[in-house]
């Protein structure tokens, strides 16, 4: 069985500050993971993934993750916070061979300026 | 713009009632998943298609059916609709498994009145 923790529902931020956003993931088998965001009244969009090899993974829009097995965790980081990146934030994982998600519950993340 | 594509995008119905969601994957791709998405229960997974026969089942009811036809295109049946089934609707595509990125449509909004 695999599942989803994303700590913190709401994270708030100044605009040009440090984005940290917290998964913790539970897997039976070798995870893949991945962030995806989903601004309002849209679907969602894939900003990044873990599948195998370098554990720190590069997405789009500045954000990365680095996939630590031992703590189990897959944070989402950015360096400077943009307006533009307000939205939510869902975790998920996948890896038994079907590659249906299993989602996090979100996390909305709000920029002042 | 990710490729996949739904319709309709909002849907406003009676309990009771039968509906069907269509979808449309990325060209080339031959997973095709449903996702629920609401306030109560998150993102859920509901069932996977790959290349016309059933894959995978996640919670989806009894209520609830799906199917993908020859032309990769997938169809979802929802009936005897409850008030409770108001909910995004999301359809997502990959090229199959394992470890390939998922794309999701825009969704449909169903409000069931």
């Known amino acids: 069985a695999q599942s989803v923790t994303q700590l913190g529902s709401h994270v708030s931020v100044s605009e040009g500050a440090l984005v940290l956003l917290r998964c913790n993931y539970s897997s039976s088998v070798p995870p893949y993971l991945f962030w995806y965001v989903q601004y309002p009244n849209q679907g969602l969009q894939l900003l990044l993934k873990y599948t195998t090899g370098a554990t720190l993974v590069k997405g789009i829009n500045g954000f990365e993750a680095e996939f630590k097995k031992s703590e189990t965790s897959f944070h989402l980081t950015k360096p400077s916070a943009h307006m533009s990146d307000a939205a939510e934030y869902f975790c998920a994982v996948s890896g038994d061979n079907t590659d249906k998600l299993i989602f996090g519950t979100g996390t909305r993340l709000q920029v002042f300026p | 713009d990710s490729g996949v594509t739904q319709t309709p995008k909002h849907l406003i119905t009676a309990t009771g009632q039968r509906v069907t969601l269509r979808c449309s994957p990325r060209?080339?791709?031959?997973?095709v998943y449903w996702y629920q998405q609401s306030l109560d229960q998150g993102l859920q997974f509901l069932i996977q298609y790959y290349n016309g026969e059933e894959r995978a089942k996640g919670n989806i009811l009894e209520r609830f059916s799906a199917q993908q036809f020859p032309d990769l295109h997938s169809e979802l049946n929802l009936s005897s609709l409850e008030l409770g089934d108001s909910a995004l609707y999301f359809c997502a595509s990959s090229v199959g498994p394992p470890a390939s990125p998922v794309f999701f449509g825009p969704g449909t909004r169903l409000t069931v009145l």
């Open positions: 060209s080339g791709d031959l997973s």
